[in-house]
Nanobody
Framework: ELQLVETGGGLVQPGGSLRLSCEAS????????IGWVRQAPGKGLEWVST????????HYADSVKGRVSMSTDSAGTTLYLEMNDLKFEDTAVYYC????????WGQGTQVTVSS
């Protein structure tokens, strides 16, 4: 059974960095569409990034472009989101998602940017 587990969230000061991880059990990302979505307190879901493995293409939301980078491990079972220069507005629960319609989600990891 496919499971996605996110880790790496936490409390960080503005300007700081975090690396989120999303480990897939029972699945590899090869040939898949994978990415990250976040939800800030009291707000709706916001798309963050997507990697189309079939065409090796990565896309980022304007709100994070230039500050985040997505990658996978060599085994294709762990997805990373490296986040730098974090801002207050990056505070959110971050979810990794898998599938053409983001059919599968993890449970999320909380990122809090606060001084």
């Amino acid at each position: 059974e496919l499971q996605l587990v996110e880790t790496g969230g936490g409390l960080v000061q503005p300007g700081g960095s975090l690396r989120l991880s999303c480990e897939a059990s029972g699945y590899t990302f090869s040939g898949s569409t994978i990415g990250w979505v976040r939800q800030a307190p009291g707000k709706g879901l916001e798309w963050v990034s997507t990697f189309f493995d079939q065409i090796s293409s990565t896309h980022y939301a304007d709100s994070v472009k230039g500050r985040v980078s997505m990658s996978t491990d060599s085994a294709g079972t762990t997805l990373y989101l490296e986040m730098n220069d974090l801002k207050f507005e990056d505070t959110a629960v971050y979810y990794c998602a898998l599938g053409a319609a983001y059919d599968f989600w993890g449970q999320g990891t909380q990122v809090t940017v606060s001084s």
